[in-house]
């Protein structure tokens, strides 16, 4: 296996215990950041919830003070008919967007129901007070003022399944949050309740009336929801809280104006009914409007501290899964650099090193191109450029070898006297004729050369004049004998040329020119001799009854013998005789 697919597996291999490991963990930080997005949503909601229930029953406030104003009064009743109208935005915007959270809801849903039961309700109570204030104080029937206050108390009722709905799911989702949770309840159900004591005193305060029995039972029975639910609030904030002072401060705020103020004068009323009573409807009214204004306040803080928890354990849990998500993509890229880095530092200088050496192996010397800059990879190139360099050292010795070799082989083929190719050299090409006969090739002819009284000329002038005259016939002969045909010194005297192409007679043309050649011209010899010098020839050429190089040079050495034998300085053809 090549080294870069090894380090891709291994790559693979890492990025695998990666993925699993995080596919290990990540899941758990997933889970746990889709809850705690859930435990928001259910937190959101209930709070929205809570809100459009005390935006319902803030409603009544001003709503209880206007009806027991004269719209003579002048700015006391604008000014709280312009809180009236303040208050019904409120609610209104509270019930858009609680009925936001249930559009998605299919139109038969319980919850969907229920809040269009309480926006139909609230509206008929808006309805019976605004037909109230267009009659005259007096004009109203105590009557008809506690129907329009009961119809905008049964408004507020309508949510309380709503609410409880929220308040399970909420409960359900967030269990981390319970206590508060549940201590957001207790604090609207609080609102709620002092609410609605101070809404069934209304009438009365405004007539003056006595209370009904019926209406007292009532009250007594709020009475005792606030004294059981009043003990459900804790006296102290856990101090870890960073919001505990804000808490605290606000429920020290709630027991003083609500449990301290509110409830004892709703008692001292209930007590003086039947008699005069010690404040109007709008002064009561004004009075106890800031401490259930309080109520909500401290149950708003209650919910911002638990929204305020379960979105940081979300923002951990999504830090958490960033971060896994961002290792796991950061070793991705690492892998990736690696490989990159791996394959840029090792795997391509290797390569390229790997096909440097193929080159070399085939002869090729040139530098091929190089990567890396490691001292490895430095290492591998300078033995590359020794190995470089003894391949050319054993190219140069291989070449001078060659040389030598051919050198050697010239002079073995070569006489040193004339120049001419020697008999070896023939013999080379005839092949042994003492051996298996060889068949001529087409088109071959042999020309054999004897100098005429070559032995009188060394026994009198010298061995010196005989090779002088024996390289110039040689000069003579090589000036007519050119490419295809070769001249060669058979031995002594004697010279050949074998031909190729030729016919016979051209072959006997081209022996003659060589004869004149030899003949007309006197050479000179040391000491301003002139000596004439002349050869007898044999020619032969391959045919039907010349098949061999034996026969051939048989036939052209009977011509020469007969030449000879004629009285010399003459051609004889084989054909011819």
């Known amino acids: 296996m090549q080294l870069q697919a090894q380090l891709r597996m291994g790559a693979a291999l890492l990025l695998g215990v990666a993925v699993g490991i995080s596919g290990y963990v990540l899941p758990g930080y ?38 027991s104003l004269d719209q003579d009064a002048g700015q006391p009743y604008e000014s709280t008919a312009a809180r009236m109208a303040r208050a019904r935005d409120r609610a209104d915007q509270a019930l858009a967007q609680l009925s936001g959270l249930v559009q998605a809801l299919p139109p038969e849903n319980q919850r969907r129901q229920e809040l269009l039961s309480t926006q139909r309700s609230l509206m008929r109570g808006r309805a019976d007070i605004d037909q109230l204030l267009l009659h005259a104080p007096s004009d109203r029937s105590p009557q008809q003022l506690q129907d329009a206050i009961d119809q905008m108390i049964d408004a507020r009722k309508q949510l309380d399944p709503l609410i409880d709905s929220f308040y399970g799911e909420a409960m359900q989702s967030a269990p981390d949050q319970a206590g508060i949770v549940q201590m957001a309840r207790v604090l609207s159900d609080l609102r709620e309740y002092g609410g609605r004591m101070g809404s069934m005193l209304i009438v009365p305060l405004s007539t003056p009336a006595p209370i009904a029995p019926a209406r007292q039972l ?4 709020l009475r005792g929801h606030v004294q059981e639910i009043h003990h459900l609030i804790p006296g102290h904030i856990d101090p870890s809280d960073q919001d505990h002072e804000d808490i605290d401060n606000v429920r020290a705020q709630v027991e003083r104006g609500f449990f301290h103020h509110t409830l004892p004068l709703i008692d001292t009323l209930v007590a003086q009914s039947g008699s005069s009573y010690a404040l109007r409807a709008a002064a009561f009214t004004r009075q106890v409007m ?3 204004m309080g109520l909500e306040k401290l149950e708003n803080l209650f919910m911002q501290r638990a929204l305020i928890q379960v979105n940081r354990t979300r923002r951990d849990n999504r ?34 090193a790997r096909q440097e050496i193929i080159n070399l192996a085939q002869g090729d010397l040139r530098r091929a191109p190089r990567a890396g800059n490691s001292a490895e990879v430095r290492a591998l190139h300078d ?18 070898r060659d040389e030598l070799s051919r050198s050697l082989r010239r002079q073995a083929h070569t006489d040193a006297l004339t120049g001419l190719l020697n008999r070896h050299a023939l013999e080379e090409i005839t092949g042994d004729l003492s051996a298996e006969p060889v068949r001529l090739s087409k088109g071959r002819g042999l020309i054999l050369i004897d100098v005429d009284y070559f032995k009188p000329i060394n026994d009198v002038h010298g061995h010196i004049v005989g090779d002088l005259v024996l390289r110039e016939v040689a000069s003579r002969i090589m000036r007519l004998v050119a490419a295809p045909h070769v001249a060669f010194r058979y031995g002594g005297e004697e010279f050949a040329i074998l031909t190729n192409g030729l016919s016979m007679e051209e072959l006997c043309t081209l022996a003659e020119n060589i004869r004149h050649a030899i003949a007309d011209d006197e050479i000179t010899a040391p000491g301003a001799q002139r000596l004439a010098v002349t050869a007898s ?21 009977a011509a020469l013998y007969r030449a000879k034998a004629q009285g010399r300085n003459q051609l004889v053809s084989a054909s011819s005789s």
Request: with cysteine; aromatic share 6%; glycine share 6%.
């Open 30 to 67: 997933l889970n746990a950041y889709r809850q705690s997005s859930r435990n928001v949503q259910a937190l959101e909601s209930y709070a929205q919830v809570l809100e459009a229930g005390n935006a319902v029953s803030a409603e009544r406030g001003p709503s209880n003070i206007v009806l």
């Open 537 to 557: 020839l044999g020619v032969a050429k391959g045919d039907s009854t010349v098949l061999t190089w034996l026969d051939l040079l048989n036939a052209a050495d």
């Open 290 to 292: 800031p401490d259930l």
């Open 218 to 221: 009532v009250l007594a029975r």
């Open 383 to 400: 033995a590359l450029d020794i190995l470089r360099r003894h391949h050319v050292n054993s190219m140069q010795l291989a070449f001078e």
């Open 319 to 352: 830090r958490h899964v960033l971060l896994i998500g961002a290792c796991l993509l950061g070793f991705c890229v690492f892998l990736l650099a690696l490989l990159r880095a791996a394959e840029r530092l090792v795997t391509r200088p290797l390569l390229l």
